[in-house]
C-alpha cells in the first residue's frame, strides 16, 4: 500500500485548569505538513512571550458521548509487518525524552506544524490526571518549525508520574494531532533528562484518502499503529460542531516485535445532508488518563 505522510496536529480529554493560557486569536489557513528535514530547523518565535497571559476558559474537544457508543471488532494482524515507508510524526517531542525525570521548571522543546489559528497547547498532568500546567502559544507562521519553551510546576509529593501532552486544533477547535510523553516529576533534585523517543508517526492512516467523498453510510479506514499504553484504539468522525456523527473502538494485539501493527475497520456514521467531518485516530492510557497519541484528516461523509 502507498505511504501517507502524517497529518497535521489535537486536544486531549479536558481537564480543570489550574493554569490555563489564553489563546490569541489569529486565523492561519490549515498548514501542509513535509517530510521531517535532514537538516536541523532553526527556532522560531511565537507572535507574543513564550508564557501567554492566563485565561479561565478551554472549550472540550472531545464529545463524551463517544466513550458510551458501541465497539465492533477490527480486523487487525497479529504479528507486525513493515510499513511501506516510514513517516515522521506530526507532533515529535525531542525534549524531555520518555521516562526523563524532571524538576521544575520543564523545557520543552518540539518540532511541529502549528493549528489552523497558529496555535499549540502544551499541558501537563500529574499521575492522578489532574492538570498542572495549560499552555497556548500562538505562531504568525503556518510552516513546520521547532518550538522552544518552559513549564513551571508544583507537586506536594517527592515525585510523582506525569505526562507532557503536545496538542494541535483546526479552526473548528477539532484535535489535529497529539503526541505525549510519561516523565518522573521531582519536587527537588535534579532534572536527569533521556535522549528523545522514536520520532516516526506512531498511527499512519492510509485510507481514506484526504477530502475524499464517502457516501453509504459507513467509512472503511484503515493503516498501521504501533501499539502503546492500552493498546485500545478510538475512531471519531467529527462535524464542524464538534459532534461525533460515526464512531468506533477496538484493540490491537500485542506485537512480537518493536514494529507497526496493521489494521482496517469499517466505521458507520449518520448524517443527514453532504457534511465535512474530521477523521481521528487515537490512543489512550488508563495509567493518566486521555489521549497519549492522535492523528487526523479532513473527510465529506454524503448519506
Not at 486536544?11 to 513535509?34: G, K
Not at 521531582?186 to 484518502?209: F, K, N, V, Y
Amino acid at each position: 500500500m502507498p505511504a501517507t505522510q502524517a497529518p497535521s496536529v489535537t486536544q486531549p480529554d479536558p481537564f480543570l485548569p489550574t493554569n490555563i493560557a489564553q489563546t490569541i486569536q489569529a486565523v492561519i489557513p490549515t498548514p501542509t505538513l513535509t517530510v521531517e528535514p535532514t537538516s536541523a530547523p532553526q527556532p522560531s518565535l511565537p507572535t507574543d512571550t513564550p508564557i501567554p497571559t492566563l485565561s479561565a476558559t478551554q472549550e472540550t474537544p472531545f464529545p463524551e458521548s463517544a466513550e458510551n457508543s458501541e465497539s465492533p471488532t477490527a480486523e487487525v494482524t497479529a504479528s507486525p509487518v513493515p510499513i511501506p515507508t516510514q513517516t515522521y510524526a506530526a507532533i515529535q517531542i525531542l525534549s524531555p525524552g520518555p521516562a526523563s525525570k524532571v524538576t521544575s521548571p520543564i523545557r520543552v522543546n518540539a518540532y511541529l506544524t502549528p493549528g489552523d489559528k497558529g496555535h499549540i497547547q502544551i499541558e501537563l498532568l500529574g499521575e492522578d490526571g489532574r492538570l498542572l500546567v495549560r499552555k497556548i502559544l500562538t505562531y504568525i507562521t503556518p510552516t513546520r518549525l521547532q518550538m522552544i519553551s518552559e513549564l513551571e510546576f508544583e507537586i506536594s509529593a517527592a515525585g510523582e508520574l506525569g505526562r507532557l501532552i503536545i496538542s494541535t486544533t483546526d479552526k473548528e477547535g477539532r484535535p489535529i494531532a497529539v503526541a505525549s510523553v510519561d516523565l518522573l516529576l521531582l519536587s527537588l533534585g535534579e532534572s536527569d533528562i533521556t535522549p528523545s523517543g522514536d520520532r516516526l508517526d506512531r498511527i499512519i492512516i492510509q485510507e481514506p484518502a484526504p477530502r475524499t467523498l464517502i457516501q453509504g453510510g459507513n467509512l472503511r479506514v484503515s493503516g498501521f499503529i504501533r501499539p502503546s499504553g492500552e493498546k485500545s484504539v478510538w475512531i471519531e468522525l467529527i462535524n464542524a460542531k464538534k459532534i461525533t456523527v460515526g464512531y468506533h473502538q477496538f484493540t490491537i494485539p500485542e506485537p512480537q516485535e518493536t514494529g507497526h501493527t496493521p489494521f482496517s475497520v469499517e466505521v458507520p456514521y449518520t448524517v443527514s445532508e453532504t457534511t465535512w467531518v474530521r477523521l481521528t485516530v487515537s490512543q489512550r492510557d488508563g495509567r493518566i488518563p486521555g489521549i497519549i497519541n492522535l492523528s487526523s484528516r479532513e473527510v465529506l461523509l454524503s448519506p
